[in-house]
Structure formats: structure tokens, C-alpha cells
């Protein structure tokens, strides 16, 4: 006998969210002033070099939403209990990624167009990027289909473990192509930058700084689920003694 | 009582191959239609030294777009009566589906395959030798393997519902890109078009393979989960 | 093993279907070899019973038994064992009623004398056999759909109004055939607007309205 899950939810926040929250927003406040005062511009690309301290946290946080959703959906398909803390995580992990990809691709294609003029280049990681938003558009469209929380935490999960096994082999044959027109080394926005101490340090906040903006911004996400699912469950009690009454009239 | 997979298999892919014969949709309409493309394309670029460049891409972006085609309707038949839905309920293993549905597609695409390539010749007069039609011919086998368990594996999840069937092409385009690019390489490679040696196709031949045999895994594992309900 | 004398046992069952509780809790029981009809007006849920009890939809509350085995937990296994016959056909309009049932046959492994016990009980004679599924009247194709049940060996056939579409001598040979498919051992659930000539038919009417099961005849 199944029933549905109530967690006792009366606020999304908590105590430890509201930490790292606060964590979140420190570590980005000073990625944000020092990445625009504090570090040096780039001998080569000038003042253009400040994106990167937007461009690569967000591609590296792209890339952690993917093996989140990954790895959750994983979990909930072998798990026995088949929890549905691991597919709201999933779910959330998807949305949150979604953005940050998008994030990546505009502040990847702004940098070409200052750097080099054009708007895209195909950089390996910028199309693999590319190709990880679409499926991620189709990801959440998939999850969008209807049918119980059961049904559509099986079919997501499956097509997200798809994704997984697709997305490596996109990225090989794109740089296998790159290769071909052995424009690589040139292309990439990163390649040539020779990074001073505090450009370094600066990266790494960063690339911290929106990480644990990632897993607020998850935990959040994934909270407003469980308790949409909630509401789900007594939508449905209710709907279930309008039945009642339907039947003894 | 329960049958092996290979019986369901061949059981279906023999069934969908049969309909076919008899209603024709592939020779009448979908073989036109790529054909269609493939002179478009020439309007298109209006070169005869770029189509013959880039004829081995245009031939595999024909074959991707009609490929929706080809799966919405190997789906259309198994819904249009709840035939699907039957089968589900009598408990067929759905791995023996999974497989014969995408024998079934393998073939339609090679059927498809061989007109738009000899299109191509005839079009875009790109020339073939003894060691490129071994290449061409390894390339489109283990292409069209990859592209045939992709299909059926996202046309059953996309299968029946209303509003599903444009999900089709939003979820199969992201993943045969790697077809594409990989077959597209060794198909210039068989021509020896653009300076290319046959010998530089072999390792996308690799690729292809590799995809096929990971989708094919893939889709036997989550082809059954995909339809259910 | 025993085989159980009750073969479908849901007691306060709940189906959902696009948030809506199609079942509300139903109370329902079928002992082998009954033929039992399912009636209630358009809405009552029948058609999700009869899926749920072929372990097509998932029952969320409540404890829902088929042959024994616990479909909130496993509604796969049983699947081989029921039939179930919809408001489609699940045919292949382009094949012939012969092509059809012989798929059938070998997608559930049944052996040719099977095949054409089958045929005949459904009185398929061999030049109706080879016409085309798109040419045949509704009655025709009800009949081959059938066959492709019979063909399965279900333990527990379930048919959605199955004498819908059908003109009165369609409807007697439907009852013909589910009154032997009892005898044989079969246990027949059928929905049915048809409630005076199913009365005929079933051993025991149970009323559905509104996701409850309101009285038992």
C-alpha cells in the first residue's frame, strides 16, 4: 500500500539555507567589486578578461547541474523506495542549470564579441554548453508531461541517464571536429591567459561564490516542489469527498 | 509462455515491414520528400563546387529530417488502434519492441539511404572509388544502426498523447548530432571531396559505432520504462 | 501453488488519473470463473477499474489484489495472465484478421493448434481470414480483436463495452463467446450501457458511480 508523501514544510527557508545564503552572497560581493577594481586587466585582452570571472563559474556550475540531475536521477531509479526527495532534486538541479547555461552561453558569446569580434566561436566547451541547454530545454519539457509524480519521476529519470550517456559523445566528436581545423588553441577564450595571483584567487571565489548560489537556489527550488506536491496530495483528499458526496446524491 | 526477445523481435519487425509494403507511405511519400530536400539544397546554395564540397552533410541532414518522419510513423501505426497499448498489457517484453521496431527503422533508413546517395551522385556529381565504398558503406551501416535505436527509443516516449509529438524533434536533435557530425566527416572521407583521404574517415567510423552500440544498450534498458504509462 | 478462488480483490482502492481520483475508494471482488458485469453511467470510473485491474494504472491507496498478487507493489507480472479488450481494437488496419491474430500467436507464443482453436471459436472462416482489417464492419473487427485475446491464454478477460458498434446478431455472438470462455475457466469483467441483455450474460452486476461502488445484484 503507497501513500503520498507530506513532509511538514511552513517556510522555504531554514537555518542552514540562510547560512550559505549569506556564504553565497559574500563570496560573489567580492567577485563582484574585485573582479572589476581589485584584479588587473589582461595583457593581451585588456579590460575583456572581467568576463571570465562571470563565464567560467557559470560554465563549471552548468556542468555540476548536469551531474546533479545525473546522479539524483540515478538514485532514485536504483533506490528501492523510489524517494521523491531525489527527483524533486533532479527536477530542481534541471531549472536552476537551465539558467546557468543560458548564463554561460551569453557571457561566453559577449566575450568572443569584445575579444575577437564575432559572437559565437566553436569553442568545444561553448557547443557542448550549447547542446547541454537544448537538452535540457527538452529534459524539463519531458518532465512536464503529465501523469503522476510516480510516472513522470520514471520517465525523467530515464531520459536524464540518457542525457548523460549523450552528452559525453557529443562533446568528444565536437572537439574531434574542432581538431580538424586546428583552431583550438586560438579560439578558446581562456587559452592565453597568463593569471596573476589575485585573477586566480578572484576565479576560484568565483567559481565557489556560484556554487553555493547553485545549492540555494536548489534547495529552494526543490522545497516549493515538495510542497506543491503537498498541496498535490490534499487537492486531491478534497477532490476525493466531492466524489463521495457525489456518489451518495 | 513468455517468448524469447529474438521471436518478439522478429515478429514485429516482420509486422511493420509488411504494413509498409502494403501501404506504401515510405516509396510515396517519404522518399519524394527527401528527394525534394535534396534539390532544395541545391537551390539553396546555387554552387556546384560547394555542393559537391559539402554533398556527403546534405545528404545525412536529408536523411535526419525525414527520420522524424519515419518515426512518427512507425509510432502512428501502433496508437492509432491502441495497438501499443495492447501489447503493454499483455505483458510483451517490451526489449523485443524495442529491438524489432528499430530492425524495421534500420531498414526504411537504408531504403532511404541508397536513393539520396544515389541523388547525390547524380545531383551534386560527387565520384566514389573501391576504397571509399567500403568506408561509405561501413559508414551508413553503423550511422543508420545509431540513428534507428535513437529513433524508436524517443519516438515510444514521444508516442500517443496529444502535445507529444512535437517533443520528437526538441529531444532527438541534441542527440544525433554526434551521427551527423561523425557520418558527415566520413562520408567527405569516401568521396575524398575537400582533400580529404579515405583513410582520415575510419576513426569517425569509430565514433558511429560507438554510438550505436551505447544506444542500442541504452534503449534496451529504457525503452521499456519510456511507454509505460 | 493454490490458485486463489478470488482472483481480483480491491478493497477501498484509489486511482488517479490527471490529479482526479477516477476511483475513490472501491470495494470490488471476483471469484474465478464469474462472469460479472460493471455498470454505471458515463464517468463512474469503469474504464479505470477495468485498467487498473490489468495493471495498466497504478492504484495509490487502499489494497488491490489480482490472482494473488499485490498490484500496488507488482502490476507487472500479471500482466501475461490478464486480457484486456478497450475501446480500441488494437489491431493493424493494413494486415489481414490471419496476419493479425498469427502476430499475436508469436508475440505471446501460442502454438498454431492454438491459433486455429481461436479462429474458429471466433468463427473466423479461412476466406474472412485473409480480408483486410480497414475492410471489415465493426462486428468483423470486434471478432479479431477477440481472437487476439483468446490467443493469449488470459486467466481474466476484461472487455470496455465490448458489444458497442455491434448490431444485434454482433452482440449475440460476443455473449456466445464469453459464456464458453467461462466454462473454459476464464472470469469475464464487462462494462457494459447494456444492462438488460448483460443481465443475461453475468452472474452478478456491481453499479459504479462517481468512483464508489454503489450496490451489488
Not at chain 1, 560554465?59 to 524533486?88: E, N, P, Q
Not at chain 1, 561564490?209 to 506536491?229: C, E, K, N, P, T
Not at chain 2, 551534386?124 to 551501416?141: D, F, I, K, M, P
Request: glycine content about 10%; some cysteine.
Amino acid at each position: 500500500m503507497t501513500t503520498t508523501e507530506l513532509p511538514a514544510i511552513k517556510g522555504v527557508g531554514t537555518q542552514a539555507t540562510r547560512l550559505y545564503g549569506v556564504l553565497a552572497l559574500v563570496a560573489l560581493g567580492w567577485v563582484f567589486v574585485g573582479g572589476l577594481f581589485f584584479t588587473p586587466e589582461d595583457v593581451v585582452q585588456g579590460d575583456a578578461v572581467r568576463i571570465m570571472y562571470v563565464h567560467v563559474p557559470t560554465a563549471w556550475t552548468a556542468y555540476l547541474a548536469f551531474i546533479v540531475t545525473g546522479v539524483a536521477s540515478a538514485c532514485w531509479l536504483l533506490g528501492k523506495k523510489h524517494s521523491m526527495g531525489f527527483d524533486r532534486v533532479a527536477g530542481a538541479s534541471a531549472e536552476v542549470g537551465v539558467a546557468f547555461m543560458a548564463l554561460t552561453l551569453i557571457s561566453g558569446s559577449l566575450w568572443g564579441r569584445i575579444t575577437w569580434g564575432t559572437f559565437w566561436v566553436w569553442d568545444p566547451r561553448l557547443t557542448t554548453t550549447a547542446f547541454l541547454f537544448v537538452t535540457y530545454l527538452g529534459y524539463l519539457a519531458v518532465r512536464g508531461l503529465g501523469g503522476s509524480p510516480q510516472q513522470r519521476a520514471r520517465r525523467s529519470s530515464v531520459v536524464a541517464l540518457l542525457a548523460v550517456l549523450e552528452i559525453p559523445l557529443v562533446h568528444f566528436s565536437v572537439v574531434l571536429w574542432r581538431s580538424l581545423h586546428q583552431e583550438a588553441s586560438v579560439l578558446s577564450p581562456d587559452g592565453d591567459i597568463k593569471m596573476d595571483g589575485i585573477m586566480l584567487f578572484t576565479l576560484l571565489f568565483g567559481v565557489f561564490g556560484f556554487s553555493v548560489l547553485f545549492a540555494w537556489l536548489v534547495s529552494h527550488r526543490q522545497r516549493i516542489m515538495a510542497m506543491h506536491d503537498a498541496q498535490r496530495a490534499s487537492a486531491l483528499e478534497v477532490a476525493m469527498v466531492d466524489r463521495l458526496q457525489e456518489a451518495s446524491s | 509462455m513468455t517468448m524469447s526477445v529474438s521471436r518478439i523481435a522478429q515478429a514485429v519487425a516482420v509486422k511493420d515491414l509488411r504494413i509498409e509494403l502494403r501501404s506504401r507511405i515510405v516509396t510515396n511519400q517519404v522518399l519524394p520528400f527527401s528527394g525534394l530536400v535534396m534539390v532544395m539544397f541545391a537551390f539553396a546554395l546555387d554552387s556546384d563546387d560547394v555542393l559537391q564540397g559539402v554533398a556527403g552533410g546534405l545528404v545525412w541532414l536529408a536523411t535526419i529530417f525525414s527520420l522524424f518522419i519515419l518515426v512518427q510513423r512507425s509510432f502512428a501505426i501502433e496508437v492509432s488502434d491502441g495497438a501499443l497499448d495492447s501489447l503493454r498489457v499483455a505483458g510483451v517484453n517490451p526489449q523485443g519492441i524495442f529491438l524489432g521496431k528499430s530492425i524495421s527503422l534500420f531498414v526504411q533508413l537504408i531504403a532511404l539511404e541508397v536513393v539520396l546517395f544515389l541523388t547525390a551522385v547524380v545531383l551534386y556529381r560527387v565520384s566514389l572509388g573501391g576504397a571509399g565504398l567500403v568506408l561509405l558503406v561501413t559508414c551508413v551501416v553503423s550511422a543508420t544502426a545509431g540513428l534507428a535505436f535513437v529513433g524508436t527509443l524517443y519516438g515510444g516516449l514521444t508516442a500517443g498523447a496529444r502535445g507529444r509529438e512535437t517533443l520528437l524533434p526538441l529531444l532527438l536533435l541534441p542527440v544525433v548530432a554526434p551521427v551527423l557530425i561523425s557520418a558527415t566527416r566520413a562520408t567527405e572521407a569516401a568521396f575524398t571531396s575537400n582533400g580529404v583521404t579515405v583513410s582520415e574517415g575510419w576513426p569517425w567510423v569509430a565514433v558511429l559505432a560507438v554510438f550505436a552500440a551505447v544506444f542500442g544498450l541504452g534503449g534496451l534498458l529504457s525503452f521499456g520504462s519510456l511507454i509505460e504509462e | 501453488m493454490m490458485q486463489p478462488i478470488r482472483v481480483i480483490d480491491f478493497v477501498d482502492a484509489v486511482a488517479v488519473y490527471n490529479d482526479y481520483p477516477a476511483l475513490a475508494g472501491v470495494t470490488f471482488s471476483v471469484d474465478r470463473q464469474e462472469i460479472v458485469l460493471l455498470q454505471g453511467p458515463n464517468g463512474a470510473g469503469k474504464t479505470t477499474l477495468l485498467r487498473a485491474c490489468a495493471g495498466l494504472i497504478p492504484v495509490v491507496r487502499g489494497s488491490a489484489h489480482v490472482l494473488g498478487v499485490d498490484i500496488a507493489i507488482d502490476r507487472e507480472s500479471i500482466r501475461e495472465r490478464v486480457g484486456l479488450l478497450g475501446h480500441q481494437n488494437g489491431l493493424f488496419a493494413e494486415l489481414t484478421i490471419a496476419e493479425n491474430v498469427d502476430f499475436w500467436s508469436t508475440v505471446v507464443g501460442a502454438t498454431r493448434a492454438e491459433r486455429d482453436a481461436a479462429m474458429q471459436r471466433m468463427s473466423i472462416d479461412g476466406k474472412l481470414a485473409n480480408r483486410r482489417v480497414s475492410e471489415l464492419s465493426a462486428g468483423q473487427k470486434r471478432r479479431c480483436a477477440l481472437a487476439c485475446l483468446v490467443v493469449r491464454r488470459a486467466e481474466i478477460w476484461l472487455l470496455d463495452e465490448p458489444h458497442a458498434g455491434l448490431d444485434a446478431k454482433g452482440r449475440d455472438e460476443i455473449d456466445l463467446i464469453l459464456k464458453e470462455a467461462a466454462s473454459a475457466g476464464a472470469t469475464i469483467v464487462v462494462a457494459s450501457h447494456e444492462v438488460e441483455r448483460a443481465q443475461q450474460l453475468a452472474s452478478r452486476t456491481v453499479s459504479l458511480v462517481a468512483g464508489h461502488v454503489r450496490g451489488v445484484s
